[in-house]
């Protein structure tokens, strides 16, 4: 999940067809001791308590929130998990 600067993990739990998927929110633990720099790392660990949602591939290559305007949605990189803390803002 990206969010401007920051990134949230989740992981894919199901594919509905080439252009929605579904995806759930990872829990995460972070393993680093550097306090607030850009230099973190994190564990990422599966929970399937946790909230589901689609998102579904636009034609312009990106993938949105299923539901959501292009311009205002949320916007998401599939193929890599993420979490990072951006804490200049």
């Known amino acids: ?5 920051d990134r949230n993990p989740y992981t894919i739990v199901g ?23 850009d230099s973190q790392s994190y ?14 591939l636009r034609k312009d290559g990106s993938w949105v929130t299923k539901g959501h305007k ?9 193929g890599k998990r993420m979490k990072y803390h951006d804490f200049s803002f």
């Open 43 to 56: 564990k990422y660990i599966q929970n399937p308590n946790n909230h589901t949602l689609m998102i579904t």
């Open 15 to 37: 594919i509905i067809n080439d252009k929605t998927l579904l995806v759930q929110k990872d829990d995460y633990e972070r393993t680093d001791n550097h306090g607030m720099s």
């Open 1 to 5: 999940e990206l969010m401007w600067t």
């Open 70 to 78: 292009l311009k205002g949605g949320t916007r998401w990189l599939v």
